[in-house]
């Protein structure tokens, strides 16, 4: 069954991609992450001593600051910084600045749908462009459920409003190998279906929520090439940030 | 929490007195005179009155919203201009998230008293029904970089902001007359704000050494100058505003050959937030004319010239006309990015250092359009879908007429995708290409 959407892509296409890194001059790190008109611009401030006072100071700790585009901050974004900062704890090593405290700073420029998604694909981006030591990066999507049952991949703002049900899925984009047995399994079961994070809101099935996870993964395997191609390695230009 | 004493940053002594020595021989640490002005860059975002200012590494991003609300009661009938500054922490790592410092308190008053004691922003258009319902415009403004000399570069970026917002149109209905309808910008056309002057803020350090003078300081001289000087002025060589809190005391001749000085920057600065305005104005005209399907030209946004200039030769009539202005819509303002990257938008923001500008170094437009035969039509089918996604613009079919598109891609050597058709792989998929629309490889679930 074919859906028609709004901007006559197909339930499978993803809005055009585009990313940018090093925008910034101050932060130590820095990415633009857009898709469609959807545009988030995060920073990263690299290790600074001391920890908040509920963390743990044996390990690194991720602090995420979100900045809506106008208007006073309140619990909707908070939450937005909880879900980014849980989900970056799972891709930094933190294992090797304890004591320390990683600052990413969000920025929305423009919100037209999937925001949470783009936000977590800035900021995996702005962390690479710091050099911040990362075990593998993430690739965020977001899928929806229109009303026929279809699920449609990154849903423009319009679309998520109209749907009953949506959810925002993080995989991790893990090194390839050529050979199929390197690829790192944890007790059996290859890590690349791993799941890093699952936000849902609305009601929907248990079978629709697989589908969900399925389409979201095949299109985040797209994402991770991209990704792959994008941010290749720089020269780091003139200046030093730490001055 | 407290400030951690890992964000403060320093200045050595060293750098310091390279600094100053520097400026008593008329030298400044990024090779510009005293009295010279860093590149300012001023692009739009794809909402009206959102803007992205650079002022040399300064950058600071304006956003204009407006909402109906009760009137103060000493002034039923102007509307309310408040501005909102945000230091945010990506900009510095000394700036701390929460409660705003005094540079940020003393920034948001300055740039506040500049517009409003000034009165540029003309209120009383802004009132709908007197004492009941008026229109309060509010400017968020976000440090994003900061590069020194906040103040200018907030300035600038309010200012263009203003100018490009549009409010949506209202007008009074319901039994007695007294509500209030708001039209959406589908049905009708929202209306600017009336500006009167541009009050343009221009910032100037002084240093220990008493002659030493320095306009738009970077944040390597703010932190070692003795004191500031902000002078608010606009066109026509009026002072709104002058600001100088505390810091070194200076020569009043001094002072005197800053102000003029600063009249005659005002006046170039006001010149360039007027052009960038007049470019983005005249793109969004040609974004809402509206197309029909035979005149299949593509958003003003992207410079596909090849690609417009085939159409142009096979489609006749009056859409010739809208491509020609079309052409000189992009030719002006576009950008071009053959990188890895989407150019979405000519007024996005594309960070700095990977885009790419054609026009910018003289790009000869044969090469340009040679360059570009190889791309094809699949970049208008992807613009067109982007188009549509908007509300005003191209009112094209969802499924492009075929014929048309076959007529085009005759001259065009390496065929690509034909309009219309989703899912079809194509060769672009594997040029390593700036728009991609990621299609599924195996539709395994089935659609």
Known sequence: MEIDRVDGRTANQLRPLACSRNILNRAHGSASWSQGDTKVLAAVYGPKAGTKKNENPEKACIEVIWKPKTGQIGKPEKEYEMIVKRTLQSICVLTINPNTTTSVIVQVVNDDGSLLPCAINA????????????????????????????????PTKLEEQKTKAFAYLVFPNLTLSILPEGSLKVEGEPVEQAIITSVTQGAMSVDDYLRCLERGRAASAKMSAFLRRSLPLQNPSDSSKAG | MEPRLANTWRLTVNEKKFIETALQ??????????????????????????????????????????????????????????????????????????????????????????????????????????????????????????????IDGANIAALAALMTFRRPECSLGGEDGQEVIVHPPEVREPLPLIIHHLPIAVTFAFFSNETSVVIDPTHYEEAVMGGRMTATLNANNDICAIQKAGGEGVLQ??????????????????????????????????????????????????????????????????????????IEGETKSSKQGQTSRIDGDAKNFIGGPSSWDPYAGGVNLDSLKASLASRGTSTPSRKEKYSRGENMSCEADPVEPPEDNSLASSPIEAAKTPLGTNGEKTLKDAVKSKNKRKKKASSAGGS
């Open chain 1, 123 to 154: 900021a995996c981006a702005a962390l690479v462009d710091a050099g911040i030591p990362l075990k593998h990066l993430a690739v965020a999507i977001c899928c929806c459920l229109a009303d026929s049952g279809c699920v449609l991949l990154d």
């Open chain 2, 25 to 150: 021989s008329d030298l400044r640490i990024d090779g510009r005179r005293p009295f010279e002005y860093r590149k300012i860059s001023i692009k739009f975002g794809r909402e009206d009155g959102s803007t992205e200012v650079q002022l040399g590494q300064t950058h600071v991003m304006g956003f204009v919203t407006a909402q109906l609300v009760q009137p103060y009661k000493d002034r039923p009938n102007e509307g309310t201009l408040s501005i909102f500054t945000e230091f945010s922490p990506m900009a510095d790592p000394s700036f701390e998230p929460g409660r705003p410092g005094e540079a940020a308190v003393e920034l948001g008053r300055v740039i506040d008293r500049g517009l409003r004691e000034s009165r540029a922003v003309d209120m009383e258009s802004l009132c709908v029904i007197s004492g009941k319902s008026v229109w309060s415009v509010r400017v968020d403004l976000h440090i994003l970089d900061n590069g020194g000399n906040l």
């Open chain 2, 253 to 326: 001749s001094v002072i005197m050959q800053c102000l003029r000085i600063a009249g005659q920057r005002a006046h170039d600065i006001t010149t360039k937030i007027k052009n960038a305005v007049e470019s983005y104005n005249t793109e969004r005209a040609l974004r809402k004319i509206k197309r029909h399907s035979n005149s299949v030209s593509l958003d003003v946004c992207d410079a596909d010239v090849d690609v417009v200039s085939e159409r142009s030769k096979l489609i006749p009539g009056k859409s010739i006309a809208d491509q020609s202005m079309d």
